[in-house]
Structure formats: C-alpha cells, structure tokens
C-alpha cells in the first residue's frame, strides 16, 4: 500500500475540506490538536515537527498555489472555487498528513530546496517542512497539487 | 487571534510580546509593530517569546527584518525566552545566531 | 437545485469527516465559529439556533446511530469504522448544514417529534433541532444515514 | 474543556459556575458534580450560568436531574445569571418555569 492509500484506509482519520483562505490556519492548527487528543501516543517533538510543517505547506498553498499563472485565469476566477482538502492520521509508526488543492499545477523540484542565508526574509517555508519531516513528497495530476508529508514515531 | 503587548522600558527599549501562533497573518501584524517601532525612532526591540506558543517562517521571516532595520538605525533586535516549539524552529533554520535567545527580557541588551 | 446540491456547489463550503466520537464535538463548534467568521452577516440569533440544532443532531448520530441493532455488528466492530461527514455552508438567504453517517439505518420519524414534559432528563435532543430550525430532514439510504437542516435568515 | 468551579456560601447554599460549552461531555461532569454535593448534604443549589457559553439538551437534562435530586431532599436547584443562548434554549424548550433565571447568585434563594 502506498502511504496515501494507508491514510485513506485509517478509520478514525480527519478530513478537512475548505476554501483556500488564510483564516484556514487557524482552523488546521486546532484539527491538529484533535489529533494529537486521539493519538496521545506522539511524542510533543514529533507534534511540532508535523504542526510545522502542515502550516508551512498549507501557508504556501493559500499563497502561491492560485497565481495567475501565464495569463490563465486563477481557480476562483473560473468560478470552481480555490479549495483545499487535508487528511491526517497515525499509524503504529508514522504520522501522515495528505494536502491537495485545485490551484494552478506548480512546477517544484523538492531536491533542489535548501536553507536560504540567515539575513533572507523569506524562502524558507519548504526547507523548513523538509526538514521536519521524514519524508515530503510532491506532485500535481488531475488538475490537483498533492504533498504528502510523513513523520516516523521515533 | 495573536494578541500583541507592545512596552517601552525606562532606557528607551521596545518590547514586544506575542501572544499566540506566530503565522502567515500573525506575521504581517508584528511586521507593522516592528516597523512602527523604528519609524518611531525605538531602534534597540527585545522580542518576548514566552507566549508564543507556535512560529512558521513568515514568523521569522517577520524577526529577521526587524533584525535588519533596527541594524540600519544602530541598534537591533534580539529575541528572549522562547518556547520549545520556537527552539526547535531556529535550529532547524540555521537561525541561532543571528537570532541568539536570552534568558530574560530585561538582561536582552546586556551585552 | 435541492438544498443539498446548493450546498455542495458552494466554493466556500466547509466539509470535515473524522470518526463518530465525543472528541468531535468541540472541534465541530470551532468549524462553526469559523463559518461565522466567513459570514459575518449571519445574525447572532441565527448562529445560536443552527449551533444548538447541529450539536444536538451530532450528539445524538455519536451516541444512537452505532447502538448495536438487532444483533448485527455495529459499524465499528465491522470494521468499516464510525465516521461522520457535515458540510456546512451560507447562501444569500439562508445556512444550509448536512450532516451523514455510515451508522446502522435510523427510523425516525420526525412529524412525531413532541417537547417532553418539563421534569423529563431527556428526549428533547429532535424536539430542540426542529424547534431551532426553518426546515429538519432525514433520509436513510445505501448505508448511510442523512440529516439536512437549513435555517433562513430573517 | 469545561471547568466547573464550585463553591460553597456560609449560608450553604452550594454555587456551581460552568465554564465553557454544556454539551455532552461536559454534561456528564455536571451530573456528577451535583450528585456529589447533593450526597453531601448541600440540598440548596445556584448553577452560576454567566460563563455559559453554550448549553444543549444533556445539559438541560442534568439541571432538571438536579432539580429533581434537590427537592426530593427538600431543596431547590436554581440558575442565575443565564447568557443569552443559555435563554433562547430555556425558551425553546419550555423550562422557564422549572429553571426560571435568576439574575443573581446571591439572590437567588431569595424567593
Ligand atoms: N504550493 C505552491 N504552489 C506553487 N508554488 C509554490 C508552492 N509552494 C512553494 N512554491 C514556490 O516555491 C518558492 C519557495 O517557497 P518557500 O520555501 O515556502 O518560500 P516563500 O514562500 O517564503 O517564498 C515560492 O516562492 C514559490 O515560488
Ligand atoms: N442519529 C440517530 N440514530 C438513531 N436513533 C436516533 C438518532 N437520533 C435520535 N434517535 C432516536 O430518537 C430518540 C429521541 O432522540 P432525542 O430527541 O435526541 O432525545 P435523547 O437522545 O435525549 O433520547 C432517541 O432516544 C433515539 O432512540
């Protein structure tokens, strides 16, 4: 099983559906403390680890994901909504955490992430979730972005 | 909603207290206070920590500009007692030095 | 349109699915208080009647929807897991919520639905949703139970 | 999370002040908490409802558990200082009679 489909198998997994907006981040961060209410098993530096990283995620979905992109209309504007949906769950060994939106298809290349200098004032969102997750994985098909993110239970 | 407490002590230093998650939209509002600050010629900030409870990096990136201006103006901006989820943020960002933490408020521009 | 279609059309829906449990309540409430932040216009009288009609319909999905019936096994000894899926949106004229659960089929019958007397510790769970509510209703098929409520605003 | 703060006057009327969201689970705190001031010997009781924020039909279920319990020893339950969805529920639910508000703790067994 991929870990995704794992994911979607999990029977007591959240899942949040909801437009693209900044109020959102607030809604996540208390989704994530549900979770954490359920699985009092993850250690609180895994807790973080993962918060930071889903708001890193989402943070850059809610800012980039909708840009006009070579003269097409952005999602909102073709009238289908700019949307998002996240779902989080533990397993015996992982926390995994699925977000897609229907934003433009953005081009990145995660092996070509690194840590900006420490003088930057931005540019730091995706190595920071990189860097406090196992694994972060990307791709866009189906007129959809996925990220899937994974914190092993050390 | 991330709460701001903005003080100035009696040698002139700004201090600003989040309270809350430092993120996306909690980011832009310190960005103005810090701005406001300096503008208003408070060119020495000790960013007080102990509330914020969670920081992403716009967050940061919120810190490192005001590290930058107050510099501009001969002065700086320096972080005091951060929480464990904003501990393992610099550290992970490589952000120890230019944003070394100190144990209190008051001792922040000791040395 | 039905109200159903009207409500899964809306690009600023939010959708949340999470297991059946008591948990769930709170974080209902916050999804609440956030739809109340997207629609400002909704007035307070309105708020109060959809909060008090959701939480009471919830409430009563996560304690009779998986009671174990006639002998068969209940949804989460299935396997299956007991989950629950509310949408919640706001039109120009009204707040449209449906609520579904993969719980054992429920025959209610909402046209006999009383206020019990004054002394009663309970029963009044229907009887407060219908009284809060423009329109209450509940269909069971394939499998899944499903609540509509919709609340006019004046 | 739903705090119920708990107090006792020197006249012994016992003050019960939910704080947050009566609903399901906070609604079975709520019996206990009554039934064990109740076996305790407090028989005359106010449920301060100022920091109520929300009530549901278990609430409403364990103040009319309450009533009952108290009067069967010769006491009274009674509510003071309910917010306004405490009241729309009251109303909703025809129990402004049983649980009629009070507008003060302190006043409350006045009448
Ligand atoms: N979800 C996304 N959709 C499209 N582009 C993205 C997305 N996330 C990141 N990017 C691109 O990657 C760049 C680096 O992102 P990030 O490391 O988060 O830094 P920042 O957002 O501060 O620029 C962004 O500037 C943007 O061009
Ligand atoms: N979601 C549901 N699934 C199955 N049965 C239900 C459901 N909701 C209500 N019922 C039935 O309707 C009855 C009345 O419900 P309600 O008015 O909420 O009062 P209470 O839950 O306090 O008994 C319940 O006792 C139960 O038998």
Chains 1, 3 share one sequence.
Do not use: Y
Request: contains cysteine.
């Amino acid at each position: 099983m991929t870990e995704s489909s794992t994911l979607q198998a999990l029977p007591d997994r959240l899942e949040l559906s909801a437009p693209a907006s900044e109020e959102m981040l607030d809604l996540v961060h208390v989704l994530l403390e549900h979770l954490w209410q359920q699985h009092e098993e993850v250690p609180v530096a895994e807790r973080m680890r993962v918060e930071m990283a889903v708001i890193e995620i989402l943070a850059n979905v809610i800012e980039h994901a909708f840009e006009v992109d070579a003269g097409r209309p952005a999602a909102d504007e073709r009238g289908d909504g700019r949307r998002f949906t996240i779902t989080l769950g533990v397993t015996d060994a992982e926390v995994l955490i699925d977000l897609a939106d229907n934003g433009e298809p953005a081009a990145i290349d995660l092996s070509r992430v690194t840590m900006p200098d420490e003088d930057a004032e931005s540019g730091r969102g995706l190595a920071l979730a990189l860097a406090s997750l196992t694994d972060l994985s990307f791709h866009s098909a189906d007129g959809r972005n996925h990220w899937s993110m994974r914190c092993d239970l050390s | 909603m991330t709460e701001f407490h903005v003080d100035t002590t009696a040698s002139g230093i700004g201090v600003v207290r989040p309270e809350g998650r430092l993120n996306m939209v909690a980011a832009r509002q310190l960005k103005s206070v810090l701005a406001d600050l300096v503008a208003g010629g408070t060119h020495r900030i000790v960013v007080d920590l102990a509330d914020t409870s969670f920081i992403d990096s716009s967050g940061l990136g919120a810190l490192i500009g005001g590290v930058k201006s107050t510099r501009q103006q001969g002065g700086d901006l320096r972080i005091a007692r951060p929480t464990e989820a904003v501990l393992t943020v610099l550290d992970l960002t490589n952000l120890t030095k230019i944003l070394r933490p100190r144990d209190t408020v008051d001792g922040a521009f000791d040395d």
